[in-house]
């Protein structure tokens, strides 16, 4: 009678360690390469920040100084982000801008900057659009609206809203184009008194 075998020790272990050791490797090169990925494209993020282009507002054309901006005026470019900082008016912001004056002069393809426009409230009066002779009757054309530091502004400036008092009334001094209409250049027309009531 024959004696049951006793099992052979190790004769299993061999193919189990290749296909661990396989299995092992490819886990490990699937977490090299993801993290290899990973940090490849954090470096080439960190090396492209602040060069996303981003769009600004800009001016289509020459401006000079006191130009009333419009929306033909401006136009749109792409600059990289690290440039544009909160004082570069963007496009969803463009309309604030529009029939606004320049208190600069800007170039065609500048960017268009929040302090390129007056923040100061400022009082709309009236100047001499041409010069105008002793005696020489005003006209609406004689007169364009400008405007002033408010605190500037004193009761003898002729202010736009007054425009309809002055137009047909002959002055008593000579205008030079650019020079504030003032009450004072009319015969005996003291400026209106605004905010008073009658008793």
């Not at 006191?66 to 401006?74: C, I, K, Q, R, Y």
């Not at 390129?116 to 010069?131: E, G, N, Q, S, W």
């Not at 009319?186 to 209106?192: G, K, S, V």
């Amino acid at each position: 009678m024959n004696a049951p075998r006793a099992p052979q020790q190790g004769s299993g272990f061999f193919p189990g360690a290749v296909i661990g050791g396989v299995l092992g490797f490819l886990v490990m090169a699937l977490v090299l390469g993801v993290g290899g990925y990973a940090y490849v494209k954090k470096r080439a993020n960190d090396a492209r920040r602040g060069w996303n282009l981003v769009p600004v507002v800009v001016a289509a054309q020459d401006m000079p100084e006191d130009t009333l901006v419009t929306f033909e005026g401006l136009s749109q470019r792409s600059v990289p982000e690290q440039f544009v900082t909160t004082s570069v008016v963007k496009p969803d912001s463009a309309s604030y801008i529009v029939n606004q004056r320049l208190n600069v002069s800007v170039q065609a393809g500048d960017p268009m900057l929040w302090t390129h426009f007056d923040t100061k409230k400022r009082a709309p009066f009236l100047v001499a659009a041409r010069d105008i002779p002793v005696g020489a009757k005003l006209t609406e054309a004689d007169m364009v609206p400008k405007g002033l530091d408010s605190e500037l502004v004193t009761p003898s400036y002729v202010k736009e809203s007054e425009r309809p008092q002055v137009v047909g009334r002959p002055v008593i001094a000579a205008f030079r184009k650019g020079d504030p209409i003032l009450w004072t250049h009319f015969r005996n027309e003291p400026p209106p008194v605004t905010g008073a009531t009658a008793p």
